[in-house]
C-alpha cells in the first residue's frame, strides 16, 4: 500500500513537472521582449558608477536610452570622453562637442561674512538646521553641515570656514551635492573653460536687506549687467551666463568682478586665480 502511494506520488510530481515546464516555456516565447543588441554593448562601456550625472537614474537606463531614444552619447561624466568614442563608435554616430558640466555654489559668505547667525545645537546636517528659523540671517545662503560633502563620493567637495567648495580637480561632475543642497544653492554649470565667472550669491531679497545679513551678498545694483551680457538680473539678484563664457572674455568679467561693491562676483574652477 505504501509502495502504491509513494508511486503515485512520483508520478504525479513528475506530471505536474512536465506540465510546468511546459508552462514556462510557452510563457517565456510568448512573453518574450526582443532585446536591443546595442544596449548590452553600450553598457559594458559605461563604467558603472550609476551616479545620475548623464541625467538618468543609472547607466541601464542611459544606455538603454542611446540605444532607443538617440540620447547623447557623451553625457557621461565618470566615463569622459573615451567612453563617449567608444558608445558613438558602436552606435555609428558622431560624438558631437562635448562640454563638462561642474557644480557652482552659488554663495561666498564665509561665517565672519554671515550676520546675525546663532548657536545651533540640533543635528550638524544641513537639511536638520533649514528647518530651524534664525539659524543665520539670511536663508538662502550656504549652512556649512555639509550634506554636500557626504553626498559626493569622489571626495570632491569640502566645507572651509563654513562654506561648501568644489576641488574641481576631483570632482566628476556627478551632481549629488546638487540634490543633497536643502536651500539649493549648488546648480550644475557647463565649463567651456577650466574656470568661469560666477555669481557667488543666491539672496533674492532687495539690496537693503540682503546688506543686514551678509557683508558678500549681491545688492541688485546692475553694475555687472552694464559691463557685459555674461551677466543677466532675476528680480533683484545677478545671474552669471555659464555657458556664453570663453576665455576671450576674462577681461570683461574682471572688470564685472572689480565694479561689484559687494565682490560676490568671482571665477570658479581650476586655478581660479
Known amino acids: 500500500m505504501i509502495e502504491i502511494t509513494i508511486g503515485i506520488a512520483a508520478i504525479t510530481m513528475f506530471g505536474m513537472a512536465v506540465i510546468m515546464s511546459y508552462i514556462l516555456g510557452w510563457a517565456n516565447i510568448k512573453f518574450h521582449v526582443e532585446v536591443d543588441e546595442r544596449v548590452e554593448s553600450v553598457l ?4 558603472g558608477a550609476n551616479c545620475g550625472g548623464c541625467g538618468y537614474l543609472g547607466c541601464s537606463e542611459y544606455a538603454v536610452a542611446i540605444a532607443t531614444e538617440n540620447a547623447p552619447v557623451n553625457r557621461c561624466p565618470v566615463g569622459g570622453e573615451n567612453c563617449a ?6 552606435m555609428g554616430v558622431d560624438v558631437g ?19 546675525g ?20 540671517g539670511c536663508t538662502f545662503g550656504c549652512l556649512g553641515f555639509g550634506d554636500c560633502v557626504i553626498a559626493c563620493k569622489y571626495d570632491a567637495m569640502h566645507i572651509v570656514e563654513g562654506l561648501a567648495t568644489v576641488d574641481y580637480n576631483k570632482c566628476i561632475g556627478c551632481g549629488a551635492c546638487v540634490k543633497a543642497c536643502p536651500r539649493s544653492i549648488i546648480s550644475m554649470a557647463d565649463f ?3 574656470k568661469i565667472p560666477s555669481v557667488l550669491c543666491s ?5 537693503k536687506d540682503v546688506t543686514t545679513v ?3 551678498g549681491c545688492i541688485g545694483c546692475k553694475a555687472c549687467v552694464k559691463v557685459t551680457d555674461l551677466f543677466s538680473m532675476e528680480r533683484d539678484l545677478a545671474r552669471s551666463n555659464h555657458s556664453l563664457y570663453v576665455s576671450e572674455q576674462e577681461g570683461a568679467a574682471l572688470e564685472a568682478a572689480k565694479k561689484c561693491p559687494s565682490n560676490c562676483i568671482g571665477f570658479v ?5
Open 44 to 47: 559594458e562601456v559605461l563604467p
Open 85 to 90: 568614442i567608444q558608445i558613438a563608435s558602436i
Open 97 to 115: 562637442k562635448s562640454v563638462p558640466s561642474r557644480p557652482v555654489i552659488h554663495c561666498g559668505a564665509n561665517l565672519k561674512d554671515r550676520l
Open 117 to 136: 547667525r546663532t548657536e545651533y545645537k540640533g543635528e550638524s546636517r544641513c537639511a536638520a538646521a533649514n528647518l530651524v528659523a534664525g539659524i543665520q
Open 192 to 194: 567651456n573653460e577650466d
Open 203 to 207: 539672496n533674492m531679497d532687495k539690496g
Open 214 to 216: 551678509c557683508n558678500r
Open 269 to 273: 574652477g581650476r586655478n581660479p586665480g
